[in-house]
Each structure stands twice: as C-alpha cells, then as structure tokens.
C-alpha cells in the first residue's frame, strides 16, 4: 500500500503538494475565522462529567430546574458596615437596577438593598462579601427563544452592569467590580486556550527549525519535517471545525 502511494505522489508531486497546500490555507483561513465564526468561537468549556455518575446527574437536575441565564457583578471596596456609605450606595443602585430591569428579557435584579431592611435581612445575608468589604447584584434573564437573542441579551445586561462600578465609585470612592456569567468564563479560557497555542508554536517551531537543521545538516531536509509538522496543524483544525458542525467540541 504504502509502495503504490509513494509511486503515485511521485508520478504527481506538484498536484500533491499543491493539494495539501490548499487544504491547509482553507483549514487555516476558516479555523481563525476568515469565512465566518472560527473554531475557537465555536468551542465550548464546561465541567468534565462522567455519565452515569453522581456528578453527572447532579449537573443535568441543576439544569433542568432552571433554565434562566445568570450575570453577576461583584463590587468591591464598600464598607458595607458604614451606614452612611450603606445609605449612599443603596440610593445610588436604585436607578440602575431599574435601568438593568427594564432591558429585554431580565426577570430578577437582586442585590443586597433590594429589600426594605437592605443589609439587616438574613435573605440577602449571602449577596455580602465575608469582609464586608463588598457584595453581589445578580441579574436572572428568561431563556430565549433563539441563541442570538439569548447572547444579545446577556451582553446587554453585562453591558450595563460594566458601568455600575464606575458610578458607585461616585458616592464610594475606591469602588470597583467584577462582571462575572458562564459565557465570560468560556470566552476567556478559550481566549487563552487560543493565546497560548499561538505563543507556543511561535516558540516551538523556530526551535524545532534550529535543532533539526543541527541533526540533518542542512535547512532543506531539516525543514520538511516542519511542513509536515504545519500541515498536521492545520488540517488537525480543520478536521476540528468539521466536528463543531455535528458535535459539541470542548475547549
């Protein structure tokens, strides 16, 4: 087998070479996104279950008990103890959590002045941080007919929740905040998952290039590995792109 395919690449080499140079453009071009949604926007990260397991089953009642999408902001730097920052900052939220409330899709604005007691109610004893240095808005969205409209609506409230710190600050300086949702935790570990493999080829291949031109003494013979090496990259992601079309890939 492998005798037949090496006389036929060698009967046409220029066809074989052109061919796999193709693939790996193309696997290259849509894998970072050139012809539309790249295969890291296509990724997802979640928590590693095994099926049939207590965890597992677990993560899928939590799932079926609420359908609704979660944005969080920690604000930090309030001493939430001082009444007259207390005071100051309740007054402060009342406007923006009405803004946050009327954007599409938002059912639930929760923080801990949202009660008439505020900070003195055991129920929003869990929105303050253990320090008392700060506390959590939490935003509950309705589920969405379509993924698009779910993803506008998030970022909408995440973007709203973005200009809170700032605005608190005004009445407690040294405020800051943290927006927080499981979309944002994905983006930003494939994010990395993307910065880093880039980096690490960046490193590896020229590394691979001087070692192997050492070992066979020379760039011509040192290099066809690298090529094959860059081709297997990019076709690997290729394939990976394909797989995203029928299966959930994670990151």
């Avoid at 320090?131 to 935003?139: E, K, P, S």
């Amino acid at each position: 087998m492998w005798t037949a395919l090496t006389h036929r690449i060698l009967r046409r080499p220029g066809l074989v070479i052109g061919g796999w140079a193709l693939i790996v453009v193309v696997s290259l071009a849509v894998a970072f996104g050139v012809t539309g949604t790249g295969l890291f926007e296509r990724m997802h990260s979640g928590q590693p279950q095994i099926p049939g397991s207590e965890s597992h089953e677990g993560m899928e009642l939590l799932a079926d008990d609420d359908d609704s999408t979660r944005v969080t902001l920690a604000l930090s730097g309030i001493d939430v103890d001082d009444p007259e920052i207390a005071e100051d900052v309740g007054a402060a939220l009342a406007p923006l959590r009405q803004e946050v409330a009327a954007l599409p899709g938002v059912t639930v604005v929760l923080d801990p002045f949202v009660v008439p007691d505020g900070l003195a109610d055991p129920a929003v004893a869990a929105l303050v941080a253990q320090d008392r240095q700060g506390f959590l808005v939490i935003v509950e969205l309705e589920p969405a007919e379509t993924p698009a409209e779910a993803d506008a609506q998030r970022r909408a409230v995440e973007g709203e929740l973005g200009r809170m710190p700032a605005q608190i600050a005004q009445v407690s300086p040294g405020a800051s905040g943290l927006v927080s949702s499981t979309a944002l935790l994905t983006s930003a570990v494939v994010d990395q998952l993307q910065a880093d493999l880039i980096r690490g080829e960046a490193i590896a291949l020229p590394l691979s290039l001087a070692v192997m031109v050492v070992v066979f003494g020379g760039f011509l013979a040192a290099g066809l590995p690298l090529i094959g090496a860059v081709a297997s990259i990019g076709a690997g992601m290729g394939m990976l792109v394909a797989l995203t079309e029928v299966l959930t890939v994670d990151s």
